[in-house]
């Protein structure tokens, strides 16, 4: 079983940046997929962004295509999640999840490991 730990939320305007990172402790593969989803209260949990440690991807949702960034660090087993020019519409708590994930990297059912999530907050 993979354990993922992310950290770096926080509050920030809108403009803002932030980085968050999911460190992933455990056996994983090169085609372990770690996705960055997203839960907003009241909403379901949407996908954001994934990669994998082989390389696949990134793969982005619409909403953050041209803002967010995901990139891995394989020596760390980080993976981050560089976001910038915030709008308060990307307020949720954030998580990282991670499977063997090869198709359907947007839905959550796909991946069955979670962090605890981070809260993001951005204030208009």
């Known amino acids: 079983q993979v354990q993922l730990v992310e950290s770096g939320g926080g509050s920030v305007q809108a403009g803002g940046s932030l980085r968050l990172s999911c460190e992933a402790s455990?056996?994983?593969?090169?085609?372990?997929?770690i996705g960055w989803f997203r839960q907003a209260p009241g909403k379901e949990r949407e996908f954001v962004a994934a990669?994998?440690?082989?390389?696949?991807?990134?793969y982005y949702s619409d909403p953050v295509k041209g803002r967010f960034t995901i990139s891995r660090d394989n020596a760390k087993r980080t993976v981050y999640l560089e976001m910038n020019t915030l709008k308060p519409e990307d307020t949720a708590v954030y998580y990282c999840?991670?499977?063997?994930?090869?198709?359907?990297?947007?839905?959550?059912?796909?991946?069955?490991?979670w962090g605890q999530g981070t809260q993001v907050t951005v204030s208009s």
């Open positions: 999840a991670g499977g063997v994930v090869s198709l359907r990297v947007n839905i959550p059912r796909m991946y069955d490991s």
């Open positions: 455990g056996r994983t593969l090169s085609r372990y997929m």
């Open positions: 990669t994998s440690w082989g390389g696949n991807g990134p």
